[in-house]
Nanobody, 123 residues
């Protein structure tokens, strides 16, 4: 079992940046693919980004491509999501996830979820 804890959410103005962090409880996290999902009010949860166990392979939803960057530091059991040029439509609860495989894509279902962190972007 891997426990995931997000941090770094908050309220920002459009055009500004935030960096989310996800701390994992076990070193096995370093052997798992990981990623981020988000859920806006009244909408379904959606895939944002994923990263392979090594950090070499990444993929993004079209809505965030070019603005968000996913990364990880396996020595710290931590994953990040750098969010630049934020838009009001990025407002959502962001969830850290992990997959019990080495690589993951938008259609895959995570095996582990964090509790989420709120990101609010004002116009």
């Amino acid at each position: 079992q891997v426990q995931l804890v997000e941090s770094g959410g908050g309220l920002v103005q459009a055009g500004h940046s935030l960096r989310l962090s996800c701390a994992a409880s076990r070193r096995t996290f370093s052997t798992y693919a990981a990623g981020w999902f988000r859920q806006a009010p009244g909408k379904e949860r959606e895939f944002v980004s994923a990263i392979s166990w090594s950090g070499v392979d990444t993929n993004y939803a079209d809505s965030v491509k070019g603005r968000f960057t996913i990364s990880r530091d396996n020595a710290k059991n931590t994953m990040y999501l750098q969010m630049n040029s934020l838009k009001p439509e990025d407002t959502a609860v962001y969830y850290c996830t992990a997959y019990s495989v080495r690589n993951a894509f938008s259609g895959d279902s995570p095996d582990y979820w964090g509790q989420g962190t709120q990101v609010t972007v004002s116009s």
